[in-house]
T-cell receptor, first 114, second 106 residues
Framework: NAGVTQTPKFQVLKTGQSMTLQCAQD?????MYWYRQDPGMGLRLIYY???????DKGEVPNGYNVSRLNKREFSLRLESAAPSQTSVYFC?????????????FGDGTRLSIL | DQQVKQNSPSLSVQEGRISILNCDYT??????FLWYKKYPAEGPTFLIS?????DKNEDGRFTVFLNKSAKHLSLHIVPSQPGDSAVYFC?????FGPGTRLSVLP
């Protein structure tokens, strides 16, 4: 019973390198999300996809791109990594977008940019 | 701007006693509030929610209270157990508070 699976779990990059974080869910959810978590700041929404074929910016989209590959998969790409992007990244999914919709989270990707 | 605030970074309580975690918000348009629990090296998991049209929601040992006039909500855990030790996030999707780390001491 996997739920939301994120890969990789850990990654170290050098400034300027690119990387794609992968996320897949097996709950047949329509909506998927990418968050970053920084100390003392909670989770901040980077991008979300309300349904297959759509993506929208969240609170902190600069420096990131996303792709909703199909209903199951939602990837996050850093084109040119910067030290400010050092964070823990969480992918989540929910049945639909809505303020009353609980989100199901993956276990996170811990990313360090040197 | 932090629209969802959790002003206590940490809280310690004795096993069997009540844990009270607080959350304040600034946006009166929020219509639903959710609490998530997070263990180290895991993602947050949904715990309990409350609609803005209610003032209380209960699920087993967990109760959430909402005071709309004060823009304040609280999560009560009774009785607290060591397995409740985790970080608790208050959320008004997609805004999350910074979390409160609860330690339940045996």
């Amino acid at each position: 019973n996997a739920g939301v699976t994120q890969t990789p779990k850990f990654q170290v990059l050098k400034t300027g390198q690119s990387m794609t974080l992968q996320c897949a869910q097996d709950m047949n959810h329509n909506s998927m999300y990418w968050y970053r978590q920084d100390p003392g700041m909670g989770l901040r929404l980077i991008y979300y996809s309300a349904s297959e074929g759509t993506t929208d910016k969240g609170e902190v989209p600069n420096g990131y791109n996303v792709s909703r590959l199909n209903k199951r998969e939602f990837s996050l790409r850093l084109e040119s990594a910067a030290p400010s992007q050092t964070s823990v990244y969480f992918c989540a999914s929910s049945e639909v977008v809505g303020s009353n919709q609980p989100q199901h989270f993956g276990d996170g990707t811990r990313l360090s940019i040197l | 701007d932090q629209q969802v605030k959790q002003n206590s970074p940490s809280l310690s309580v004795q096993e069997g006693r009540i844990s009270i975690l607080n959350c304040d918000y600034t946006n009166s348009m929020f219509d639903y509030f959710l609490w998530y629990k997070k263990y180290p090296a895991e993602g947050p998991t949904f715990l309990i929610s409350i609609s803005s049209i209610k003032d209380k929601n209960e699920d087993g040992r967990f109760t959430v209270f909402l005071n709309k006039s004060a823009k304040h909500l609280s999560l009560h855990i009774v009785p607290s157990q060591p397995g409740d030790s985790a970080v608790y996030f208050c959320a008004a999707s997609p805004k999350f508070g910074p979390g409160t780390r609860l330690s339940v001491l045996p």
